[in-house]
């Protein structure tokens, strides 16, 4: 069974487009984060929810909004793609500090 | 402003051999340090962590060293195998592990 899986794998969108990708944990975990990795293969935190509230909220455009309906998972929507949006987005998993569990990743590709 | 950093881009050794990946850090009050290891369109891996109360940690291959005087830690892997060719990342957080801060990532090549 996969820990912690994203849906869509790849999206191709245009430039203006609203789209979603869901994250589902079934690890029983407390906390789930959205990472960016972009080009420079760096990863940055973009929010943190810890029992479907709000924990961290890094400088992330307002264009981008998280949702997590339950403890199990966090869906991110973003508004009016912008090209610069083009990345690799990961959710992730955690019980404390322990060590998280990332998704398989979903590649976004804007045009 | 990075609180974690990992210098050295890329990192080659050969099989058998011991490889060595570094990182430093900022915030002397992070409490966990963490290694995960990331194979190309996969998501990272959790590796080995280590609290901050101790120096040494060790995992069959894997040991990860903390100098909390240097803000330092090291992850040795002996012997290195082909298998372990991936970028390896870094991460520090608190005790909460609300937020986790990454390094930029090690990419280690083992040739065989």
């Known amino acids: 069974d996969t820990a912690v899986s994203q849906t869509p794998k790849y999206l191709v969108t245009q430039m203006g487009n609203d789209k979603s990708i869901k994250c589902e944990q079934n690890l029983g975990h407390d906390t789930m984060y959205w990472y960016k990795q972009d080009s420079k293969k760096f990863l940055k935190i973009m929010f943190s929810y810890n029992n479907k509230e709000l924990i961290i909220n890094e400088t992330v455009p307002n264009r981008f909004s998280p949702k997590s309906p339950d403890k199990a998972h966090l869906n991110l929507h973003i508004n009016s793609l912008e090209l610069g949006d083009s990345a690799v987005y990961f959710c992730?998993?955690?019980?404390?500090?322990?060590?998280?569990?990332f998704g398989p990743g979903t590649r976004l590709t804007v045009t | 402003d990075q609180q974690v950093k990992q210098n050295s881009p890329s990192l080659s050794v050969q099989e058998g051999r011991i490889s060595i990946l570094n990182c430093d850090y900022t915030n002397s009050m992070f409490d966990y340090f963490l290694w995960y290891k990331k194979y190309p369109a996969e998501g990272p891996t959790f590796l080995i962590s280590i609290s901050s109360i101790k120096d040494k940690n060790e995992d069959g291959r894997f040991t990860v060293f903390l100098n909390k005087s240097a803000k330092h830690l090291s992850l040795h892997i002996v012997p290195s195998q082909p298998g372990d060719s991936a970028v390896y990342f870094c991460a520090a957080t608190s005790n909460t592990g609300n937020q986790f801060y990454f390094g930029t990532g090690t990419s280690l090549t083992v040739i065989p």
């Open positions: 992730a998993s955690s019980q404390g500090p322990h060590g998280q569990y």
